[in-house]
């Protein structure tokens, strides 16, 4: 790559050029999965700590661009627009990046002018269908479809009988290109109106579409139907390089940009280390580059050099982490739940006795069908209403008569509910035996001198989904089931909380065994309530709290490179420092590309 001062100079100035565009399209990882809490994972790297300064501004936050705007249509005709900064990536519960940021980062450097990003990014997508240029043609059956439809005329898993195969065909025709004519209506639609987007266009310099950027592959390398030999060589994906070809020349044509500079991201997955059809994929993507009508007007960027390996190593320790913050407490290896520190401020249980003291009454027994609200089979695993048996509809109140149930203490259960960590790790300790039965009702009292707590949780183990009860009224259901045995935290609500009093209170929950396919079911449960004072959610709010509680499953560096990913290794683990390097080379790629004109 040319260094950033001649690349600059090549560019020429602002006042003579106009608004430069940028188009980025793709699946899921042009969408970008890439949390902000990630960022500072670039300062573990010497190489990258100098683009996370770009990325934050002298405050720490993500940085706000200002001479660089962007339209991102994703979803169901989704469209974000403003200055380029971090949140333009997929859509969820936190802002995200994909590869716009650090590219919109990085051209910038490279220009004086306004600068305009159209970014249209739609996951699970593929070329050969969803993104099929115009002048590839109508949608192909392929001959590996072909085959598995004459071998099973009546149908089968993923495949219609041959009385719908027509209708199946017409919607298939139907969905064909759907969005790569989204993508074009969009772009069309943005630069009928620059202005609208980008504040600084001036109509009278115009604008110019300088380049386009295509990051896309993981639905067609999926594909084994349409590309059967993919898994032996590149040549097995010789119609992704086909398709891409249509592609590129299509755009140009549909944007009225011939000459435009195409940069292609390929499949960088697995870093280089990756075999088969991911390393198969992406010589088929960067070949497409080396057909001589594109030659020095299309590049193709390895993103495999941006995998990093330390990151992917930790990657899965993620379900780890997950259950350590949904978590109230853990399960030790030898089945219990972890003890309880004494002399640092925590939750605390709610009343006395302790929980691990308390006295259950509990019965179980199994739904008769005239019951059952769920009796298919298919659904026989979900918790899900029943009706208890005659005597007991009021097993929940706190007047029932529950003194010919059973007596233990919790946990209650049976079978083998295991600890993460394969057929060596340790199972769920049960103080009760659950009995035959598939539903458990179970009751306790507890008495309360004090509610001046500011925060109140229900702590839970439960392997399947369960209601939860507070002096007869329901504080909370769960209908599906925890793989993972820990106990959950669950916050209350003020109105929830409303119905804990002083004196003695009624705890009731429902729940029920798990059934497997192989097997035989299993359950554990174990509830309580839990407070926290003013003065300790300070504490348990700090960044102390949370490193005391990590340090429980983590080491330092584990920790540390956690902190660096953010999801799957099919989304670059979801890292910033991965997708920063590529919307960095990306950059880099379009302007040498223009440079060579």
């Known amino acids: ?308 390996e330390d990151l992917a190593a930790v990657e899965p320790r993620q379900a780890d982490l997950h259950r350590l913050q949904d978590s109230a407490h853990l399960i030790t290896r030898e089945g219990l739940m972890e003890p309880r520190k004494p002399g640092l401020p925590d939750w605390e249980p709610v009343g006395r006795p302790a929980p691990e003291e308390r006295e259950w009454r509990y019965v179980t027994f199994d739904a008769p069908p005239e019951n059952d609200e769920r009796p298919e089979q298919r659904e026989r695993k979900r918790f899900r209403d029943i009706a208890p048996p005659a005597g007991w509809e009021d097993w929940y109140q706190p007047g029932f008569d529950d003194r010919q149930w059973k007596r233990g203490r919790a946990p209650i259960g049976k079978g083998v509910w295991r600890c993460p960590g394969g057929a060596d790790a340790g199972a769920v300790r049960h103080a009760s035996d659950w009995g035959d039965g598939e539903f458990i009702l179970m009751r306790t009292t507890f008495k309360v001198d004090r509610l001046d707590d500011e925060r109140y949780r229900l702590s839970i183990l439960a392997r399947e989904g369960f209601d939860v009860y507070l002096n007869g009224h329901k504080i909370h259901t769960y209908t599906w089931w925890q793989d993972d045995p820990y106990y959950r935290s669950i916050r209350l609500e003020p109105e929830q909380v409303a119905h804990l009093r002083k004196g003695v209170n009624v705890l009731a929950a429902c729940s029920m065994a798990h059934r497997d396919k192989t097997g035989e079911p299993y359950a554990s449960i174990d509830l309580a309530i839990e407070g926290l004072s003013a003065q300790a959610r300070a504490y348990v709010d700090s960044a102390a709290y949370l490193r005391q509680r990590m340090d429980l499953l983590f080491t330092p560096r584990e920790q540390q490179l956690l902190g660096g990913v953010s999801n799957g290794g099919y989304h670059y683990l979801g890292s910033a420092k991965i997708l920063g390097q590529i919307g960095k080379a990306f950059a880099e790629a379009v302007v040498a590309l223009q440079i060579r004109q």
Not at 88 to 109: D, M, N, R, V, W
Not at 110 to 127: N, R
Not at 166 to 179: C, H, I, L, N, S
């Open 1 to 308: 790559m040319m260094a950033i001062g001649a690349l600059c100079a090549c560019l020429g100035r602002a006042d003579a050029e106009p608004l430069k565009v940028y188009i980025l399209a793709g699946q899921s990882n042009m969408e970008g999965h890439a949390a902000v809490r990630t960022f500072g994972d670039l300062a573990r790297d010497p190489a990258t700590a100098p683009l996370l300064a770009k990325m934050r501004d002298a405050n720490g936050a993500p940085r706000v661009c200002e001479r660089v705007w962007i339209s991102y249509l994703t979803g169901d005709d989704t469209e974000k627009h403003g200055k380029l900064t971090a949140g333009y990536g997929a859509l969820g519960s936190e802002p995200k990046i994909g590869p716009e940021f650090t590219f919109g980062l990085c051209l910038q450097e490279l220009t004086d002018g306004p600068i305009l990003l159209i970014k249209t990014a739609w996951g699970g997508k593929s070329l050969n269908t969803d993104f099929r240029p115009p002048s590839a043609g109508p949608y192909q059956l392929p001959e590996k479809t072909r085959q598995l439809w004459e071998k099973h005329p009546q149908g089968a898993h993923g495949i219609p009988k041959a009385e719908d195969r027509p209708r199946w065909q017409a919607e298939k025709a139907a969905q064909t290109g759907v969005y790569y004519r989204r993508m074009i209506e969009h772009v069309k639609k943005v630069l009928a109106d620059p202005g609208r987007v980008c504040s600084d266009y001036d109509p009278a310099q115009g604008y110019e579409i300088a380049g386009f950027i295509w990051f896309q592959g993981w639905n067609d390398m999926c594909d084994s139907q349409t590309y059967p030999e993919g898994d032996s060589s590149p040549e097995g994906f010789k119609l992704y390089t086909e398709l891409l070809a249509h592609f590129i020349r299509d755009v140009r044509r549909d944007l009225g940009a011939p000459e435009m500079p195409f940069v292609i991201g390929t499949i960088g997955v697995g870093g280089h280390k990756a075999k088969g059809r991911i390393a198969n994929l992406r010589a088929a993507m960067a070949a497409t580059a080396d057909l001589p009508e594109f030659r020095g007007r299309v590049a193709a960027v390895d993103t495999a050099q941006f995998w990093d």
